[in-house]
């Protein structure tokens, strides 16, 4: 499949809030009825990728013309409950499930790890749940480790960091 990967503006913010709940969606039977009202609200208000698209660079994988994988890398400075201001982080890395298993997720957060290092970033920090296997995986795979438990929607989640070497020789 013939896959093109570009940064994303802010004219795709309805087509990424789509795949957002389309992508995240795959994870409602992992929750009680009551946490998924809360998490698909999260994903369904348009605030939410407003700001994404505000604070982050966007990271998006078309195929024919339809955007079908999504990635926000936040600078520092932005700080939230999860992430010190110190952190640049990785958010809502998402691929529209029809698409699965063809490397797009990696793709996307690679592209998000070599943008924080071409933008001198220090760490790359994110959050994934215990229902998010294949994305645990991938984020492992690179070299990410956990930092940090919680609890969210009644499930398991973890801060994972990558520390960022200033002084690539490959």
């Not at 503006?9 to 009202?37: C, F, R």
């Not at 966007?58 to 936040?74: D, R």
């Not at 957060?109 to 749940?129: D, P």
Request: charged share 20%.
């Amino acid at each position: 499949m013939d896959f093109k990967f570009r940064k994303g503006t802010i004219k795709d913010k309805v087509k990424l809030q789509e795949l957002g709940i389309l992508s995240y969606s795959q994870h409602k039977h992992a929750m009680t009825p009551e946490n998924w009202n809360k998490y698909s609200s999260f994903m369904s208000n348009p605030e939410t990728f407003t700001y994404l698209m505000k604070t982050s660079t966007c990271f998006l994988c078309e195929y024919e013309n339809e955007i079908i994988g999504m990635a926000f890398l936040v600078s520092n400075g932005h700080p939230t409950e999860m992430f010190d201001e110190q952190w640049s982080y990785i958010r809502m890395v998402g691929v529209n499930p029809n698409f699965g298993g063809n490397g797009i997720a990696k793709a996307l957060t690679q592209m998000c790890i070599n943008y924080a290092k071409e933008t001198n970033e220090k760490v790359v920090a994110l959050h994934t749940s215990e229902f998010m296997h294949a994305a645990r995986h991938i984020y492992e795979g690179f070299g990410f480790k956990i930092v940090r438990e919680l609890t969210r929607y009644d499930k398991k989640y973890w801060i994972y960091l990558l520390k960022l070497t200033t002084n690539d020789n490959n």
